[in-house]
């Protein structure tokens, strides 16, 4: 009879280590799927928000880089020259920028879409 008590005991406390041990898993598990919706949230956010920041930092509308007036994908010359100098108008010459992509000069949104190879 003492040893079959032994072996309940025994048994006891393997299942309440596993029962932690589970519990430990699911805690983990919990804190990855929390963090990895945070990281989500967060790059999701910066997507929406990326033009509108451009635009109070260059002090211009959407459509001055975009060809829709709310932003979003699709450049114009414009849009396209400030990505491919690191998010700068540094050394832009609305002129020399505008014959080279085909559009007229002060051209916005649809109108500054490239018909030549920019």
Not at 17 to 32: C, F, K, W
Not at 88 to 100: C, L, N, P, Q, Y
């Amino acid at each position: 009879m003492s040893l079959n008590v032994r072996f309940s005991a025994h048994q006891g406390l393997l299942n309440g280590a596993r029962t932690d041990s589970m519990t430990g898993i699911m805690q983990i598990r919990i804190v990855l799927l929390l963090g990895a919706l945070c990281v989500a949230g967060i790059f999701s956010g910066l997507t929406a928000n990326a033009t509108p920041a451009f635009a109070t930092k260059e002090k211009k509308a959407c459509n001055y880089c975009h060809l829709k007036p709310s932003g979003g994908e699709n450049w114009g010359f414009r849009g396209l020259y400030y990505h491919a100098n690191k998010f700068s108008f540094k050394g832009f010459d609305e002129k020399k920028e505008a014959k080279k992509a085909g559009v007229k000069v002060g051209a916005m949104g649809k109108d500054a879409k490239p018909t030549k190879k920019y």
